[in-house]
T-cell receptor, first 115, second 115 residues
Framework: AQTVTQSQPEMSVQEAETVTLSCTYD???????LFWYKQPPSRQMILVIR??????QNATENRFSVNFQKAAKSFSLKISDSQLGDAAMYFC????????????FGGGTRLMVKP | NAGVMQNPRHLVRRRGQEARLRCSPM?????VYWYRQLPEEGLKFMVY????????ESGMPKERFSAEFPKEGPSILRIQQVVRGDSAAYFC?????????????FGPGTRLTVT
């Protein structure tokens, strides 16, 4: 079975500090994408960042960056200069390309940001 | 371009009633995915549809659940004879194509409460 594991149910960070959310996944496929989604209290799923598995370079989007370790099947999210608006549930997900493209999600990490 | 629309946003049903959840994909999107999010969990894939076709329903419960995406009109997720365990948030996502580069865009979800 293909799974995504987020081992941190909750994380806390001080405003302006940096926090890293962990994610590991298990798949035998070689062609896939990895994602981090943010779900604020409104419940809207917001794409934060994505990574193509064939790319060695880690993706970056402003204050958000990933550490993609393909051999270890690890995909962590780093949030720099944390802001109060970053407080939300964060979900790691992957998608196997050209196999329906449905997303498989982890259980989520609740991030709290302290002022 | 309007985003993915779901209605209703909140739906309350008594046990044994039917629930109908609607999803209007983004303009130009012909692929629709339904996901279910139980309380304190990540999203779980239910079904993937193209216009007039069910492509993958491997995540759908075998009984009481059905989905359609007609040539005209929104996609419908139908739950017959609802039970308390059906209480969850149901998300729809759409995509223009099923190729590696195309993202899924999520709607705001429908929160179903079964009393």
């Amino acid at each position: 079975a293909q799974t995504v594991t987020q081992s941190q149910p909750e994380m806390s960070v001080q405003e302006a500090e940096t926090v890293t959310l962990s994610c590991t996944y298990d798949t035998s496929e070689s062609d896939y994408y990895l994602f981090w989604y943010k779900q604020p209290p409104s419940r809207q799923m917001i794409l934060v960042i994505r990574q193509e598995a064939y790319k060695q370079q880690n993706a970056t989007e402003n204050r958000f960056s990933v550490n993609f370790q393909k051999a270890a099947k690890s995909f962590s999210l780093k949030i720099s200069d944390s802001q109060l608006g970053d407080a939300a549930m964060y979900f790691c997900a992957y998608r196997i390309n050209n196999a329906g493209n449905m997303l498989t999600f982890g259980g989520g990490t609740r991030l709290m940001v302290k002022p | 371009n309007a985003g993915v629309m779901q209605n209703p946003r909140h739906l309350v049903r008594r046990r044994g009633q039917e629930a109908r959840l609607r999803c209007s994909p983004m303009k130009g999107h012909s692929h629709v995915y339904w996901y279910r999010q139980l309380p304190e969990e990540g999203l779980k894939f239910m079904v993937y549809l193209q216009k007039e076709n069910i492509i993958d329903e491997s995540g759908m419960p075998k009984e009481r659940f059905s989905a359609e995406f007609p040539k005209e009109g929104p996609s419908i997720l139908r739950i017959q004879q609802v039970v308390r365990g059906d209480s969850a948030a149901y998300f729809c996502a759409s995509s223009p194509r099923v190729s590696s580069g195309y993202e899924q865009y999520f709607g705001p979800g429908t929160r179903l409460t079964v009393t």
